[in-house]
């Protein structure tokens, strides 16, 4: 079955970086798009950053740009998202589906959790 699990996350000061990585199987990894999301406590998931099945493209959220990077290993089912600069605001659940503008797929990960805080 379809499945993903996502890692990397953790307790960050503001200006710090993390990376995150995701764990897919169950499917044709390399002819899926991929993409990150996150949840904020009390909030709604939102889309953070996509990424075409061969990396062509990649789109991220206007709060992300230029401090977040999607990238994809699909030899390994593994996609990747380096958070640069984080704000207490990134601080999140952060997880991993298929699909560019919206989920491929119903269940979800258990998700990293991401704190950014002094």
């Known amino acids: 079955q379809v499945q993903f699990v996502e890692s990397g996350g953790g307790l960050v000061q503001p200006g710090g970086s993390l990376r995150l990585s995701c764990a897919a199987s169950g499917f044709a990894f390399n002819l899926f798009n991929m993409a990150w999301y996150r949840q904020p406590p009390g909030q709604q998931r939102e889309l953070v950053a996509s990424i075409s099945h061969s990396s062509d493209n990649t789109k991220y959220a206007d709060s992300v740009k230029g401090r977040f990077a999607i990238a994809r290993d699909n030899a390994e089912n593994t996609v990747y998202l380096q958070m640069n600069s984080l704000k207490p605001e990134d601080t999140a659940v952060y997880y991993c589906?298929?699909?560019?503008?919206?989920?491929?797929?119903?269940?979800w990960g258990q998700g990293t959790q991401v704190t950014v805080s002094s």
């Open positions: 589906n298929a699909g560019y503008w919206s989920p491929q797929y119903s269940n």
